[in-house]
């Protein structure tokens, strides 16, 4: 089955620096890749998504790049701000049925005032 | 309000009480999702339900039993828990199993 390795675990970066999130999967043929934030108290929340036919998505300081031949992919939030602190979660899904949605284990990210 | 809801928000049980836990929807989505979520470990993928219908169960123990009435509704009834349930228990649903997912809050789960 499915196996997303998520790294770093915890990420501490200055305001107003960039923080970098990569994860990798192991099956080839999944081809949906969402990142979610989970603050304190909260569930996980969609932040950006990208489908295999794309190399790149960008909102805003939020962006997601996706190379297919590593299998890795990576979140890059530009000028970090004390509210981007949460921990992080990567999932790839083969896009066939929910059974196949796995996330990553999840990064700590807190951005220093 | 993120569109799914979950209740209670925090539960305490003995391992030999039995209660459920329900998820309620909004967005008019036709997929819907339990997860466990423990400390350090990955999201756990418990139940799936599309259009009502059970999609998978991943060999969960069957003291977890989910029951989906309609489109809109999901609950996760527990009994004779042990205290390695403890965790953050999370619905989530969506458009489609191949689509993006939303979630709740969670509830969060004791087991004494």
């Known amino acids: 089955g499915e196996n997303v390795e998520q790294h770093p675990s915890t990420l501490s970066v200055q305001e107003g620096d960039s923080a970098v999130i990569k994860c990798t999967y192991s099956?080839?043929?999944?081809?949906?890749f969402p990142w979610y934030k989970q603050e304190l108290g909260k569930g996980p929340q969609l932040i950006i998504d990208i489908r295999s036919n794309v190399g790149e998505k960008k909102d805003q300081r939020i962006a997601v790049t996706l190379n297919k031949t590593a299998k890795h992919f990576s979140l890059h939030i530009t000028e970090t701000q004390p509210e981007d602190s949460a921990v992080y979660f990567c999932a790839a899904s083969l896009g066939v049925n929910g059974q196949n949605f796995v996330f990553g284990p999840g990064t700590r990210l807190s951005v220093l005032p | 309000e993120t569109g799914v809801t979950q209740t209670p928000r925090h539960l305490v049980m003995g391992m030999t009480n039995k209660k459920s836990l329900k998820c309620e929807q909004h967005?008019?989505?036709?997929?819907m999702y339990w997860y466990k979520q423990s400390a350090k470990k990955p999201l756990e993928l418990m139940f799936v339900y599309s259009l009502e219908e059970r999609v998978e169960n991943n060999s969960v123990p069957s003291r977890f039993s989910p029951e989906c009435p309609n489109s809109s509704h999901l609950f996760l009834h527990l009994h004779t828990l042990q205290p390695e349930d403890s965790a953050l228990y999370l619905c989530?649903?969506?458009?489609?199993?191949?689509?993006?997912?939303?979630f709740g809050d969670g509830t969060r789960l004791s087991i004494l």
């Open positions: 989530a649903s969506s458009t489609g199993v191949d689509q993006p997912q939303h």
């Open positions: 967005l008019g989505h036709n997929a």
């Open positions: 099956d080839s043929a999944s081809n949906y």
